[in-house]
């Protein structure tokens, strides 16, 4: 079975950066592509990032480029998501998941909360 | 990178059918089949109901289906049931390794 699980989130302030984690097992990490997607307050999904099985491959959606990035170690199994330059706008639940053939499997989610 | 358009909501009684849309572009679900739908109940994580655009992940139930037609994806719950309330999403990638979510759907079981 499946199983994500993302630490790092907290308060920080705007400007402020942030490292996020996702600790994954139940499956062979280095086989899948993996992601970061995220869901502000009351509001719907937005995909975020995403990173190919090696590192060598890594796509992000517009409003990040350049202020956050994803890399991944394969062999403890972490995923992480480095949040810079942060805004009262990146405030999301920030969720990890195991991308398949276009299908998501979702950890529960770490809050980062970007304010003074 | 526009988000899929979904309606805001969707209800329905008790054992009725609904069916919720999905429209993206040529160049995200009317191009690619992978499209998958997913289900978040207030303050959980979304879990996934469809992928590949009609396949159903082991231990959901057959009473969620789904399709496409050009650029325009449809999820149907039948038999509806109370604990189907919950918020839907449609998600399609859009080449270039990219993916896009729609806006949601809130669905209330009446």
């Known amino acids: 079975e499946v199983h994500l699980v993302e630490s790092g989130g907290g308060l920080v302030q705007p400007g402020g950066s942030l490292r996020l984690s996702c600790a994954a097992s139940?499956?062979?990490?280095?086989?899948?592509?993996m992601s970061w997607v995220r869901q502000a307050p009351g509001k719907g999904l937005e995909w975020v990032a995403n990173i190919k099985q090696h590192g060598d491959e890594k796509h992000y959606v517009d409003s990040v480029k350049g202020r956050f990035s994803i890399s991944r170690d394969n062999a403890k199994n972490l995923l992480y998501l480095q949040l810079n330059s942060l805004t009262a706008e990146d405030t999301a639940v920030y969720y990890c998941?195991?991308?398949?053939?276009?299908?998501?499997?979702w950890g529960q989610g770490t809050l980062v909360t970007v304010s003074s | 990178q526009s988000a899929l358009t979904q309606p805001a909501s969707v209800s329905g009684s008790p054992g009725q059918s609904i069916t919720i849309s999905c429209t993206g572009t040529s160049n995200d679900v009317g191009d690619y089949n992978y499209v998958s739908w997913y289900q978040q109940h207030p303050g959980k994580a979304p879990k996934l109901i469809i992928y590949?655009?009609?396949n159903r992940p082991s231990g959901v139930s057959y009473r969620f289906s789904a399709s496409k037609s050009g650029n325009t994806a449809s999820l149907t719950i039948s038999g509806l049931q109370g604990e189907d309330e919950a918020d839907y999403y449609c998600?399609?990638?859009?080449?270039?390794?990219?993916?896009?979510f729609g806006g949601g759907t809130k669905v209330t079981v009446l």
């Open positions: 139940g499956f062979t990490f280095s086989s899948d592509w």
């Open positions: 998600c399609s990638h859009t080449g270039s390794g990219t993916w896009v």
């Open positions: 998941a195991k991308v398949t053939g276009g299908a998501f499997e």
């Open positions: 590949g655009v009609s």
